[in-house]
């Protein structure tokens, strides 16, 4: 009989009385699976009981939860002497990571997914001493994912995101930024800049031939605008937008390792997997190629 170690978030998009977490512990043990069950209390705790469930022998850990608490997981298990594959049963405002991966939105057909699937390698992102599963960016409206109120986010679902998203315009500011990947340099002043290993981003980017395990990211950066018209057409010209494509205020380019250095006076914060990633001037990025496994459809 083979283990799992499910790490569930109960403040995650979901209620309580909405996710059958019952059925799901029904679904997982008559497929001859034994379950520990373990409610996360605070944050950091998805974290601590990942690398705990890694190095106690658990054939399986299953996150339930949204993209923070699958971050959490991650980091957990990159931390851990020896990692074991991860099934996810996403139950988030917006789930980009399971997207890209084909994993069900529905929690009973993403559990049926876990018990029928199979261990399939991803990359996992690393940001000086942290990780993240899908994205890490800064500028504009990356604050507005870990700003919105959870119970707002439950409710409203990603709508939430777009009109905090919305409020937040007319902070739009420029910040002056050098990044270098490959032998290139780029500086400028951008608005906003993702390095990212996800079709999509909040529903809205659409990124369709990326690979989960090519050991490559994806990196978006956004100019700053001339005036509101430009601005309009950039937010525009990011629900349409296509690899590749020459744009007056995109750069886009994919590769394994990015630095990307602030240099205004003061460095702004950046975001991963949704969460508050600190503000340090520089930050070198790297693309882990294939460090975890993960449970996905055949």
Known sequence: MKSIYLICNLRSGMTLSALPLTKIIDM???ADFE?????????GDGAKMAKYACESNFDMIVCCGGDGTLNEVIS??????????????PTGSTNDFARSLNIPKNSIEAAETIINGSAKCC??????????TYIAAFGAFTEVSYQTAQPIKNVLGHLAYLLNGMLSLHKIKASHMRIEYDGNIIEDEFIYGMVTNST???????????????????????????????LQHIITGLTNFQLGTEREYFYHFRSSKICITCLEDNP??????????GNKAVNVIKNLKKALKFILPL
């Open 200 to 230: 999509s981003v909040a529903k809205l980017l659409s990124m369709p031939d990326m690979e989960r395990d090519d050991g490559l990211f994806e990196t978006t950066l956004i100019k700053k605008p001339k005036n509101l018209v430009d």
């Open 35 to 43: 379950v520990t069950v373990h409610p996360t209390q605070c944050k």
């Open 268 to 277: 702004v914060p950046w975001t991963l997997d949704g969460e508050f990633g």
């Open 76 to 89: 957990g298990c990159m931390t851990a002497q020896k990692a074991v594959p991860i099934g996810y049963i």
């Open 28 to 30: 997982f043990t008559g």
């Open 123 to 132: 990359d996992i992102g690393m940001m000086g001493e942290q990780y993240f």
